[in-house]
DNA sequence: CAAGTATATACGTATTTGCTCATTCACTAT
DNA sequence: ATAGTGAATGAGCAAATACGTATATACTTG
C-alpha cells in the first residue's frame, strides 16, 4: 500500500475488513491464546473468559477472514493460526504503542 | 504480541482500538494519499470524493491515535503520517492478502 | 468591523456489530 | 435408539459508529 499504485476501492474495502476482523478485543485474545498451539473451543472459553457462544461467533469470524484454520476430531474442534503474517502485525502495533507511551512517559518526566 | 508475555486487559484493548482506526475504508485512503506527502483538508477531500465534515471527522479519529500530525498554516491545516510502522502495517496486510488471493487463484485452476 | 474562506463540530439517522439466552447440530457411548 | 457432550446458530437487544446537513469556529482581507 505504500510502496505500492493505490490501491482501488475494493482492495481498500478489503484492507480495510482485515483490519476490523482484529479490532476487537476478544478476538485478540483468543489470538494471543493460540501462539502457543491449537486449542479446543473448550480451552479457549476457559482461557479468554467469554461466554462458549460468543466465543463460537468471534472463532467463525477468524475462520471466514482465514486467519485460523480448524481442525475436527471427534467431538471437539481445534483451533489454529492460519496466518503467520498475524503475529508480526500485532508485534508492529505493540511496538508502535511501546513507543508513543514511553514518549508520554517522557513528557509526563518533563513536567508535562 | 506474540514473542512477549501475554498482554493485559488493558492493554489488548489499546491494541485493538489501533486496529480498529485502520479498519474505515475513508481513513485508509486518506492514510494512503498522505503517503507521499503532506495535505491540507480541501485537498484530501477532492482526492477522497468525501464531504468536508466527513473528512474531518476521520481526520480527527487519526490524529487522537497519533497516525497523523497536523500543522497549521494561515487557515489551512495540514496533515501528514506522524507513525512510520503504519506503511509496514499497511503492506503486512496487502503482502497476506496477496497471498491468500494467489492461494485462492490457484484453487480455481486447479478445478475447484 | 464586515465579508469570505478553510476547517471543525453538533445533531439526528441508519447501519453494523457484539452480546446473551435458548436451541440446534454433530458426534459418542451406553 | 437414546442420552449426553462439545460446538454452532437463530433471535432479539444494546451500544458503537459512519454519514449528511447544518452550524460554529478560526483566520484573512478589504
Known sequence: MSRRI???D?????VARRFAVLAEPMRLRLIQ???DGEK???E???LTGGT??????????LIAAHVLDRRKEGLQVFYRIADPSI???CDLVC???EKSLSRQAAHFDAGR
Open 44 to 46: 479457549l472459553t476457559a
Open 95 to 97: 511496538g508502535s504503542l
Open 87 to 89: 503475529a508480526k502485525l
Open 6 to 8: 493505490p490501491l482501488n
Open 40 to 42: 479446543n473451543v473448550t
Open 52 to 61: 462458549q457462544a460468543n466465543i463460537s461467533r468471534h472463532l467463525q469470524t
Open 33 to 35: 491464546s493460540l501462539f
Open 10 to 14: 475494493q482492495s481498500i474495502e478489503i
